[in-house]
């Protein structure tokens, strides 16, 4: 299902069909289809800044806040923005340690992967997991307080994952660039 909509301000968003919570065929289409100027920026502006109003969105794409609220919502319902969240320092919660591990499997199957899989990601301190070509199947980017935290996970936690053949640590000395922004 498509629709042309006039913003009354010149703006017409002929090519992104109308995405309703009910019509999966309509989310497909609208994720197939390339996005204009105006949610290309509004996708950086909230990816800089989530906290922005409805209102300073509108006045910066230069569509009524109407436009820019439908826009919004359509992002969001065809999945380009995923979620909002703060940005947390780790050193004053605790979790001023970066750890990268590099994970080996003792075997590379559908089914070792998949329990491997469902066991990491029930681990708290485990921020991302990403399956990955080379030496090792999996590196895995934890946070912790200290090294002492982190040997009391390793041994306790992370070679008693189902498959672990073999883990290799990597302690972070510098941060010189973390969760930056796509670049589209």
């Not at 497909?28 to 969105?57: E, P």
């Amino acid at each position: 299902m498509r629709t042309t909509l006039d913003d009354g301000e010149g703006i017409q968003d002929k090519d992104i069909p109308f995405v309703s919570s009910d019509t999966q065929k309509s989310k497909d289409s609208f994720m197939s289809q390339a996005l204009d100027r105006i949610d290309m920026k509004l996708l950086r502006l909230l990816q800089a800044d989530g906290r922005l109003s409805n209102a300073d969105l509108a006045e910066r794409v230069a569509v009524s806040p109407a436009t820019c609220h439908r826009r919004v919502q359509r992002l969001f319902a065809a999945g380009f923005v995923t979620g909002v969240r703060a940005m947390v320092e780790p050193a004053r919660v605790g979790r001023g340690a970066l750890v990268m591990v590099g994970v080996v499997l003792d075997r590379s199957t559908p089914e070792s992967f998949g329990t491997f899989e469902r066991a990491v990601a029930a681990l708290p301190f485990v921020l991302d997991c990403h399956l990955v070509a080379g030496d090792f199947d999996y590196f895995l980017k934890i946070r912790v307080g200290d090294m002492a935290d982190f040997n009391r996970l390793h041994g306790e936690k992370l070679i008693a994952l189902p498959g672990v053949r073999q883990t290799r640590t990597f302690f972070v000395m510098k941060e010189v660039v973390d969760n930056a922004p796509l670049d589209f």
